[in-house]
């Protein structure tokens, strides 16, 4: 102990206090921070996390769009190059900063430290509208267990032009019973975006279930949420295996699987693939969002297992996005089989393909009710995990904000938290919702994701230095990080980044935003360009806010803003137990 107050003592001598020094603050914000459980907790948490709805409905549709198994290579190539880099330096930074995104990139460069807001912003945004999908999911469950699915006949009060495909009759023409359900059932969709109508109460009733669901998923803050993961997390693999099985002994599931993963390397010399491929590995592996950086904050600062983590949570990620298209594409081949349609012509993606195209699919097994439960109850496992992820880093980013005051009272900030959040959704549960949905979706954590990633690893590549980054790790954890992700950090990775936010960017005039090719009104493209652009705003605006409050030339500002605010120091209290924390520089 005695040696343990010397070295404070050196501190204070500099003009360095105790409250500037993390792991021993008055605040006492390391100390008292949460711990997972067990570091299986952790890794269930992160997979569970960043599998999602984009692994199941996102990356098959991409796959076989872009050229079958041929778009593998691509999309293997930009998880080794994009991917895997990437998601290693913001577990890092979570470990190593022991705290939230907005205090962690404040430490990290003060002139940019508005990348934690802008990560903050992005998952709020997302959080609105994620749970939508999780809503529809518990809609679907529920009517799984009536004796006639609803999604199946066409003698229903919403049908209006349905039709039941019949051998004899290829050529009928109508919209399909599934569909009818989905559009005028469940949604009741009006004709546009202008035309809002009125609140779906069925609807209704179940976002505030799911928002009930992820409340009690993470109220407790991670004590229980690393729990609830052991079930969230593994159940998908479960019921995707069971699907599995029973998709590739259906008729017809062989010639879907083959189109599935049939190389067309042609494609390969087309740019739009390899584009498709970076962007689909940026946003199957969820990062910008600031909720991995989080996640690993919970770890012990000096685990070893950093460099080892990130690789398997990434591979075990696009592992599944690839699995999950041959559970697809088996009943959808089935489904194309029995319809006399091409595999085309069935294949669709986002809510098309799971809430239309797999409903009708299942109801033709036998037992449809069994395989309809089993399927949404995946759908409900792999959203909520994915949700509560999105919220318990929101929740934790304010109470670290005030720990004194909110941490007794976490569970009325997380109550606070999802009651907001609920109350927001609601737009997206009227008659014209899903115009709402489609409008968030496209700009939410579209572009200006790819924005934040990219300031993120040039700041670590090149403001605080990749070199520097990849010592502080191997000092901190024993680990060594090999000179190629230094490599990825400040060229190959923040370039690829680049080609494709500046891809969007150009090709976004041609594509605008449309819903079942109703292209959105001026004043709905300009709201999302607006959602769109306050993250990215909020890095600049932060800049120049600390350029303005720091005394100095400009030059000086910038130079001193550029410096991290912390640099590690180890402190050995008397136990022989090792404190790293970041040390508050002194300033002239």
Known sequence: MAERQNILGDFKAKGVTMTEKVGVSENNEIKGRERWSRKIEFLLACIGFAVGYGNFWRFPYMCFKNGGGAFLIPYLLCLVFAGIPTFLMEMSIGQMMQTNAVKAWKRICPLFGGIGYANMFIAFMVSIYYNVILAWSCYYFFHSFKSNLPWVGCDHDWNKDCFIYNKSNPNATGVSSSKEFYVHNVLELTDSVDNPGNVNWEMFGCLLLAWVLVYFCIWKGIRTTGKVVYFTATAPYIILIILFFRGVTLDGAKDGILYFVKPQFHRLGDFN?????????????????????????????????????????????????????????SVVGNMAASQGKSIADVASQGPGLVFIVYPEALSKLPIPQFWSVIFFLMLITLGLDSQFGQVEVLCGVIIEKYPKKLRPYKELVVLAVCLILFLLGISCVTQGGVYVFNLLDSFAAGVCLLFVVIFELSVIGWVFGGKKWVEEIRSLTGTKIHSW????????????????????????????????????????????????????????????????????????????????????????????????????????
């Open 273 to 329: 693939v390899w584009v498709d491929a970076a962007s689909q590995i940026m946003y199957s592996l969820a990062i910008g969002l600031g909720v991995l950086l989080g996640f690993s904050s919970y770890n012990d600062r000096k685990n070893p297992t950093l460099y080892r983590d990130a690789i398997l949570i990434s591979v075990i990620n696009c592992s599944t996005s690839i699995f999950a298209g041959f559970v697809i594409f």
């Open 485 to 588: 992700w230094i490599i990825c950090w400040k060229y190959i990775s923040v370039a690829l980044v680049f080609v494709v936010f500046m891809f969007s960017l150009i090709k976004y005039p041609e594509k605008g935003i449309t819903y079942e090719k109703k292209r959105y009104p001026v004043w709905a493209e300009v709201l999302g360009w607006f959602i769109a652009g306050v993250p990215m705003f909020l890095i600049p605006v932060y800049a120049i806010c600390k350029i303005i409050r720091t005394d100095g030339t400009l030059k000086e500002r910038i130079n001193i803003l550029l410096q991290p605010e912390f640099d590690l120091a180890t402190v050995c209290d008397s136990n022989d137990i090792h404190l790293t924390g970041f040390v508050k520089k002194s300033t002239v």
